[in-house]
Structures are given as structure tokens and as C-alpha cells.
């Protein structure tokens, strides 16, 4: 995955060389510069069946020289937002446009309030992890941002934490997403061989479609403290990028059940270009597919769709967590635990 991420940071590198305007603040300059961009590199179009030069024709004519800064941001930002896409951003000194709609229109599925009577305050803290043993022997973590530092260690202790546990309940819900690195790290976990968990595709000229094969992203198991009994891993669509590639990875291990909502999406690499007035952008430049070679831009389905009921949430009850304690409990009944 290193090379094919190389390739792409060289081309991309090269290019923006070759093509590198001098400052100005014109507005139709900039206008154009970030329109190519994204022309050029943005690797969603047919995906989502965009038509960017009708994008052109709709935001050019409310381009002139009378704009100031901050008509022109938001102009630009309005022209990112039709993309839909929340790897999609203007980047100024004074503010940073943003495409929430991925899951603005889905329920929330998460309650920090409900959550905190099921975590208590007790719990366990390693690294971005918190967790502690629930009831009838099943663990539960909750991982909330994978940004935040996960190290082998740290996965270490939970696991022996959990070595008396018939099951495991790994929460990921309103994890909007960070570092790949984790996803890889607490995925390898719960594997016993080395696998073919997604392909990477990268551009390799201007067109639309101008794209290398799949690359296949391989994932090694762990050489420590791995873990094979049942797994309910808990979604809701706040779920996104790193998050997503998580949910991506660990719904084709045998012992995971995804249980919740549909992901946010995201499997778009972002990358970084800037503008001749030195705003800068990031957009999804790379698809990265699931196993079978499946685009999950729009996120994935859990195999056991539970909402939050309204009803359960005024009793401080998380409808999600427990459908996973039910399951797991029917899952894991009559098993007794050896070492492995």
C-alpha cells in the first residue's frame, strides 16, 4: 500500500509543479484553478453521477470581480458541497466549508448520556480505547475517534482483560474516522492468516475515468494477543472514513456480526492541492474498494439493522447495545471458554 500511495503523491506532485499559478486574489482565477482541480483529480464523478461542467456553468456566472474574500469562499464552497462528499473542504485562514448531508438525514443511534450508564465510571483507559466487562461475560469497548492513539500494547491489555469473556462487543459508533494505521492494527487482531481486505485505485492522467487497476491492500495477522470468539461490532452512520475501512475490513471476519446502522461512507483518500490566492482543498483523489471490489462511498450495510428506539432512550436504555448483548448471549450459549 506504501508504493501505490507513493505513485500517487508523485503524480500528483508533478503535476501540480507543472500547472502552479502565482498569487493572485482574482476571483475567476481562482474560480477556474479549483474548478480544474477537481475536474482533473476528484475520482467520484461517475460514481455519483455528477456533471461537472454543468457545476461549471452554474457557479461561473455568479463569479466577477466584485466579490471580497468571503462572497468568493462562499461561492466555492457551495460549488465543493455538490459533490457530497465529507473528504471535500476549502481551507482558508478564516474559515473551512464542509459537506455534512452524508449523515445529517439519519438518526443519531448514539446517546453519550444513555452511553455513560453502560460505561459507568469505572472503566478501563488504554491509548483511545475505554472499556470494561458488561454483563454474562462480554466485553465492551468503545473506540470514539481514530485519530487518537492505539498502540499494540494497548491492544495487548484489553484483550487479557477480556480472556474470561464469551464475547466481545467493539462500539465504533460516531467515530468519524483519522488514521488508516489503526484500522489495520486493531483489524489484524482478528485474523489468523494473511488476506485481501480491500484494492486501492489510483489516478494515472486527467480524465474522469483515468484510473490504475485495483491494487490489492493485504492485511497480516498479528504476531500478539488476537481474539476469535464472537464479535458485535456496533455502527451508526457517523461512521466515516477510517471508520468506514474498519467496518470495511472487520465484516468479513467469520466471527463479526456488524450490528446498527448504515456507515457514513468515505472510502475516498483525500488529498491536499492548493489555490493561486493560497487557499487550499482536500478531496477524495483515490477510491478505495472493499473486497470485492465494491465502492462503499455511500457506506455499508450492517447485517443486523437496529435503531435507538425513542422509548428505550427516556429509560436510559441503548437499543443498539443491547440487541448486541442479546445476540452475543444466544451466539455464546452453552460455550465454555478454553485458552487459544
Known sequence: MKKILLIINVWFLFSACNEKDQFTSDPFTNFRSLWKQIDEYYCFFDYKNIDWNAIYNKY??????????????????????????GHTNLISTFNVSRFWNWHENYPDNFNSVVHRQYM?????????????ILMDSIGYVYYGNFSIVVGEAHLDEMFLHFKDCKALIFDVRNNSGGTLTYSERIASRFINEKMTVGYIQHKTGPGHNDFSEPYPIKLEPSKRVKWFRPVALLTNRSCYSATNDFVSKMKQFQQVTVIGDRTGGGCGLPFHAELPNGWSVRFSSSPMLNAQKEITESGIDPDIKVDIAESDQLKNIDTIIEEALNYLKEKTSGITISSE
Open 120 to 132: 459507568g465510571t469505572d472503566y478501563f483507559i488504554a491509548g483511545g480505547l475505554r472499556y470494561r
Open 60 to 85: 461561473s456566472v455568479q463569479i466577477n470581480d466584485s466579490l471580497d474574500r468571503y462572497q468568493l469562499f462562499d461561492v466555492l464552497g457551495k460549488m465543493l458541497a455538490e459533490l457530497q462528499d
